[in-house]
C-alpha cells in the first residue's frame, strides 16, 4: 500500500492536497505537527480513504513544540474523531503510551520508532520489544548511511512475515531508495510516497506516482525478479524508467531499482541473493569484472562490462554499450572497409570502437586534451588518432561522437564542425538528452544520416533486456518512454 503524507501548511492547503493524493494513494498521513490551525474533524471528513494520524516532536523528526502531554492528548482526540490509525512514537513515556494500546478501542495504533542518523545494530532486539507491546502496526525507520543498510530492514520483513506481524520498515536518505520501493513488495504493510517533489516528509521519499505508475509497488506479485542499475552517483539514470515499462509491456512481476552503492565488492557480496541482475555504470564499470565468475569475450576485450547475468550459479558480464551501438549502426551501413572517425576517447569511445573493428572498420580517434588517451585507445583498435583540430581533415564515412559535448544543458555546443559533414555519411551521437542534438541537426542538415543517440541508449537497453530475460524486448514501448522523459512529458 502507498501512503501519501499530507503536510500542511495550513487547513486549507491540506485539504487540496487531500483531494490531489486520493487517486494515488491507499492511506493519508496527516501530519498535525506540519500543519497551523487546523480542524481535525474536517481534515478526516475531507476523504473516504483511511488516514493515519501523526504528531510529531522535533526529536522524531517533527516540529510539534508544545508540551508532551497536549501532544498525546492531540493523538487522542483524533482516535475519538475516528482516524482509522494513530501513529505514536515507542519513546513515548510509558505513563502516556498505556492507554493507546489498552484492549477496546476501534482506532488501530502504530508503534512507531525512527533514528535519523544511522541504522544500528540492535534492530532485532527493538523489534522484539515493540512486539512484546500490543500495537496493531510496528513500523521501523532508520537512516542508510550505507546501501546495505537497507538489508538490516529486509531480514525484520522476513522476521514479521513468518511472525504474522504487521510491519513498516523502511531506511530514510538517497541510500535508502530501494527500501521505500522494495518493502511492500517484500511483506511491509506499507511505504511512503510524497504527493509531489518537496511535499517530503522524511529524506529518500519518493513520489507517490513514481511509486504507483513506474515501480507499480500497490500491484499484488505472487513472483518477481529484482533488477537495477549499480554506480554513483544513479540519479540521473533513466533505466527505471525503460526497464519498468519493459517488464510491464511483456506482462512481468519483475522491477528494477537504482542501486547507489560506494564499493561495488561490498554491494555485491550483501545484495547478490536478492538481484538477478545489474546494469553497470561509472564508476564500477570496471571494478566489477573481477567480482564475476565469467566475462564475455567482448566485453573482456574492452575491459568493462554494464551488464550482469545471473547464469546458473555463476555471475557473468556483458558489455551491451558495445552491440547496442553495433546493432544500430548496422541498420543504416555495412561497417566491414568503413573509415570510422571517433570523437572522443573514454569508456563510450572504447566500447563503441571495439565493436565496430570487429566488424572490419578502420577506426581513427580524435582526441582534446588528453593525447596520450588517444593514442593508447587507437593503438588498442588498430588505428590512428588526431586531435580534434584536424579531425575534419579525415575522409570518414561514419563519425561517432562519443564525447559529452552537446549534453543538455550545453544543447548549443558541438564536437564537430559542420562544414566538414558530407552527404552520405552516416553520423552518430551517443548523446541522447536532448534527443536531436546541434550535432545531429546540422548532420541533417548537411545531407547526412543522421542517428539519435536515443538508439545507442535503447539498443544498449535492449540487449540487457533480452540477456536477463530470454525474451524480445517490447523496443517501441521502450523508446516511447524514453523520449517522453527526456521531453518531461
Known amino acids: 500500500m502507498i501512503c501519501i503524507p499530507i503536510v500542511g501548511p495550513t487547513q486549507e492547503k491540506s485539504i487540496q492536497d487531500i483531494a490531489a493524493a486520493e487517486p494515488l494513494a491507499d492511506l493519508l498521513e496527516l ?39 497536549k501532544r498525546v492528548d492531540i493523538l487522542r482526540k483524533a482516535m475519538d474523531a475516528g482516524a482509522e490509525y494513530v501513529d505514536i512514537e515507542a519513546s513515548t513515556s510509558k505513563e502516556l503510551l498505556k492507554p493507546f494500546l489498552e484492549s477496546g478501542r476501534k482506532c488501530k495504533i502504530i508503534l ?41 530492514l529486509f531480514n525484520l520483513l522476513s522476521r514479521a512475515k513468518r511472525d504474522g506481524k504487521k510491519l513498516i520498515a523502511l531506511c530514510m536518505g538517497e541510500r535508502g531508495e530501494i527500501s521505500r520501493i522494495l518493502s511492500p513488495l517484500l511483506g511491509g504493510f506499507l511505504t511512503f510516497g510524497s504527493l509531489e517533489t518537496g511535499k517530503e516528509s522524511a529524506p529518500g521519499q519518493i513520489t507517490a506516482v513514481t511509486l504507483k505508475d513506474i ?36 506482462g512481468l512481476s519483475d522491477i528494477y531499482v537504482p542501486f547507489l552503492a560506494d564499493n561495488v565488492e561490498r554491494f555485491f557480496k550483501a545484495f547478490s541473493p536478492y538481484f538477478e541482475g545489474l546494469s553497470v555504470t561509472m564508476p564500477f564499470k570496471e571494478d566489477i569484472m573481477p567480482i564475476l565468475d565469467k566475462t564475455d569475450g567482448t566485453a573482456k576485450k574492452i575491459g568493462a562490462v554494464n551488464t550482469v547475468v545471473r547464469d546458473g550459479e555463476d555471475w557473468k558480464g556483458y558489455n551491451t554499450d558495445c552491440t547496442g551501438s553495433v546493432k544500430v549502426l548496422e541498420q543504416y551501413t555495412e561497417l566491414s572497409g568503413k573509415n570510422v572517425l571517433i570523437i572522443g576517447a573514454g569508456g563510450t569511445a572504447k566500447a563503441i570502437g571495439h565493436g565496430v573493428r570487429e566488424k572490419g572498420a578502420k577506426v581513427t580517434v580524435t582526441y582534446y586534451r588528453n593525447k596520450e588517451r588517444g593514442l593508447q585507445l587507437a593503438e588498442e583498435l588498430g588505428g590512428e588518432a588526431v586531435s580534434i583540430q584536424d579531425a575534419g581533415e579525415i575522409l570518414a564515412d561514419v563519425i561517432i561522437n562519443c564525447s559529452p559535448v552537446g549534453m543538455n544543458p550545453n544543447v548549443e555546443e558541438t564536437p564537430f564542425p559542420s562544414r566538414h559533414f558530407r552527404e552520405g555519411m552516416v553520423v552518430f551521437d551517443s548523446v541522447y538528452n536532448p534527443p536531436e542534438t546541434r550535432f545531429i541537426r546540422e548532420a541533417e542538415s548537411a545531407g547526412c544520416i543522421a542517428i539519435s543517440g536515443i538508439e545507442l541508449f535503447l539498443n544498449q537497453a535492449v540487449g540487457q533486456f533480452e540477456l536477463w530475460t530470454n525474451r524480445e524486448a517490447p523496443a517501441d514501448a521502450m523508446r516511447d518512454v524514453l523520449v517522453k522523459k527526456i521531453k518531461g512529458k
Do not use: W
Not at 493515519?52 to 508532551?68: A, D, H, M, P, Y
Not at 520508532?113 to 541504522?119: A, G, I, L, M
Not at 533488477?227 to 533513466?238: L, Q, R
Open 31 to 69: 501530519r498535525l505537527d506540519l500543519m497551523g490551525e487546523h480542524d481535525l474533524n474536517t481534515l478526516l471528513e475531507a476523504s473516504t480513504k483511511p488516514f493515519i494520524v501523526t504528531n510529531r516532536t522535533k526529536l522524531e523528526g517533527g516540529q510539534f513544540r508544545g508540551s508532551e502531554n
Open 112 to 152: 512507531s520508532y525512527h533514528n535519523f542518523t544511522d541504522t544500528p545494530e540492535e534492530l532485532a532486539h527493538l523489534y522484539e520489544l515493540m512486539c512484546e507491546m500490543p500495537a496493531d502496526v510496528i513500523k521501523i525507520v532508520t537512516y542508510a548511511r550505507d546501501i546495505t543498510d537497507n538489508l538490516a
Open 215 to 250: 515501480y507499480r509497488v500497490d500491484e499484488r506479485r505472487e513472483a518477481f525478479k529484482i533488477y537495477g542499475v549499480i554506480g554513483n552517483p544513479v540519479s540521473k539514470s533513466m533505466g527505471y524508467f525503460i526497464h519498468n515499462r519493459a517488464f510491464k509491456e511483456a
